[in-house]
Antibody
């Protein structure tokens, strides 16, 4: 059974660095074509794609947030991490991780998601 | 970035109704379009990928169509569990982008 679960701080202060962890089960991050993505949704806003990482360590970032984001993984622990620097109140959002389906080859689609973790940025 | 415009932003309907949600891309994205359903506090769910292919386990009352820039999601006979928010997402090019969502509410 494929599951993903996000974890991290509920509250961060402006200018601090946020680190989120996505712990996966039911699949291996080292499997061919396996990828995990991070997506967020601020209150009342659309979902926003942030970054993804694949099994061979290929990383792609949102162009608007690239300077602030770092995605990485620890395959042995089945975890994917997202670091976002210089947090601002506008970064208040629910952050999701999702699996990029290894079975769907015609497009990149996110077939399993975590329930999300709400992060508030406030002093 | 490819802008995805969904309409309507909200929709009231009754059980048994047929509803259609549209999604328009700001440039041609072929059929690189996915639809998701999400409910508060729950993990979003992939419904349709590549514009028209039903994800495994998704009921056949969901149908996706379109190509190029214009896409639709149709639910043929609404069930109580279908009241949720629906979002389209293009995977033609990074940064991947989503529509603003359509909230489907019970009338």
């Amino acid at each position: 059974q494929v599951t993903l679960k996000e974890s991290g701080p509920v509250l961060v202060k402006p200018t601090e660095t946020l680190t989120l962890t996505c712990t996966v089960s039911g699949f291996s991050l080292s499997n061919a074509k396996m990828g995990v993505t991070w997506i967020r949704q601020s209150p009342g806003k659309a979902l926003e794609w942030l970054a993804h990482i694949f099994s061979l360590d290929e990383k792609v970032y949102s162009t608007s947030l690239k300077s602030r984001l770092t995605i990485s993984k620890d395959t042995s622990k089945s975890q994917v991490f997202l670091t976002m620097t210089n947090m601002d109140p506008v970064d208040t959002a629910t952050y999701y991780c999702a699996r990029i389906s290894p079975e769907i080859v015609v497009v990149e689609a996110f077939d399993f998601w975590g329930p999300g973790t709400m992060v508030t940025v406030s002093s | 970035d490819v802008q995805m415009t969904q309409s309507p932003s909200s929709l009231s309907a009754s059980v048994g109704d047929r509803v259609t949600i549209t999604c328009r891309a700001s440039q041609i994205i072929n059929t690189d379009l996915n639809w998701y359903q999400h409910k508060p506090g729950k993990a979003p769910k992939l419904l349709i990928y590549a514009a028209s292919t039903l994800q495994t386990g998704v009921p056949s009352r969901f149908r996706g169509s379109g190509s190029g820039t214009d896409f639709t999601l149709t639910i043929s006979s609404l069930q109580p569990e279908d009241f949720a928010t629906y979002s389209c997402q293009q995977s033609y090019t990074t940064p991947y982008t989503f529509g603003q969502g359509t909230k489907l509410e019970i009338k």
